[in-house]
């Protein structure tokens, strides 16, 4: 008997969905982060904030590679005093470009989740603008979607109003 009362309360939220009409839209939340502009502005804004400092990194990896190359085709023939002299310079270099690549990465990284989440935001108005106007019940995304229609896929309806809300 409470197997049948478990089933019977299980399959009434199904039954009431099928019964009232329910509409059910899907956005695919990868698509509008590959082709939205928004995304592609953010994506050029970090590049060029972040370009001197990856600059400064790459000057300062190929200075560490020029004191490492020297250390072995001329440590054998330096005293042991300048070998020491060059083998502590090359250590304190990589450590700190260790560390200021680290640190470029984290800052990086803030910077990236700061305007994805401005954009995340602009996107769920969007798509709850989108759901409202066309009376959708529902909207899922590809994260949890298994399967989805092209019938209730409203991806382009959503980047076309976003393209034009640039």
Known sequence: MSKLLIAGALALPLALAQ???VKIGFVSIAKILNSAPQAESAS???EQEFAPRKKGLDEAQK???????????????MSESQRRTVENDFRN???????SGDEFR?????RRNEELGKFQKQVLDVINSVAKEEGFD????DS????????????DKVLKRLTSSR
Do not use: C, H, M, W
């Open 19 to 21: 019964a009232a009409d």
């Open 44 to 46: 050029k804004r970090l």
């Open 63 to 77: 200075s560490l590679r020029k004191l490492e190359e020297k250390l072995a085709k001329d440590g054998a023939v």
């Open 93 to 99: 270099q990589a450590r700190e470009l260790k560390r």
């Open 106 to 110: 984290e800052d990086f990284n803030l």
């Open 138 to 141: 529902l909207v899922v995304n």
């Open 144 to 155: 949890a979607t298994l399967y989805a229609s092209p019938q209730i896929d409203v991806t």
